[in-house]
């Protein structure tokens, strides 16, 4: 009998998910996270600007602190219509792209409601599935097993392409200079 022991690479390996620390969130009755390496703040649903020609997923741009920043609506991204705005909607303000880099963005992500952090070791994670999640394959980076069910682990840069990114960030500069910003 031999005996393996999982890494951080294996898991890499295994499909893209690592042990550690997520946010986990809630979107359309179904439990999602997000690597916190990503995650810059959470605040709570305020007002939308909306951006013309902006593609349907982007809900609209909020002023923080002096910036536009994108909104983008999940449940619109993953096919499953719009995120119905009630007391605990939250925006998820994820720094997307290598920090720094020329295609580093901040980017709202809208949900129904956040949950925790919560830790995942190795044997917490599996692979994502290949069919039945009712999202693309691609953007899932593997599955957390807690409890009785399952918390579908994203991949932040899939969802949010360095195309969606790019175009994203010329909507918040466009509408920062109409706005005199």
């Given amino acids: 009998m031999s005996i393996t022991h999982t890494t951080a690479q294996d898991a890499q390996d295994a499909g893209g998910v690592e ?3 997520y946010l986990t969130f809630t979107l359309h009755g179904e439990s999602y996270a997000l690597d916190i390496f990503h995650v810059i703040e959470i605040i709570a649903y305020r007002n939308l600007t909306a951006v013309p ?3 349907d997923f982007v809900r609209g741009v909020i002023n ?3 910036r536009a920043v994108p909104v983008v609506d999940l449940g619109i991204r993953f096919g499953r219509g719009a995120t119905a705005v009630a007391r605990r909607t ?3 303000i994820v720094r997307s792209g290598e920090p720094g880099g020329a295609e580093s ?3 709202g992500i809208l949900v129904d409601m956040v949950n925790k952090v919560a830790g995942f070791g190795a044997g917490d ?5 290949t069919f039945g999640s009712g999202i693309q394959p691609e953007y899932i980076s593997g ?8 918390i579908i682990v994203l991949d932040l840069e899939r969802i ?3 195309s969606d990114v790019a175009a994203l960030a010329r909507a918040g500069r466009d509408l920062a200079a109409d706005d005199g910003s």
Avoid at 125 to 129: A, D, I, S, V
Avoid at 143 to 150: C, N, S, V
């Fill in 64 to 66: 923080l602190r002096g």
């Fill in 53 to 55: 020609m902006a593609p």
């Fill in 143 to 150: 599955m957390a097993r807690r409890e009785h069910d399952f």
């Fill in 90 to 92: 939250s925006i998820i």
């Fill in 105 to 107: 963005q901040d980017v």
């Fill in 125 to 129: 994670l599996e692979p994502p599935p």
């Fill in 160 to 162: 949010l392409s360095p």
């Fill in 19 to 21: 042990a550690g620390r």
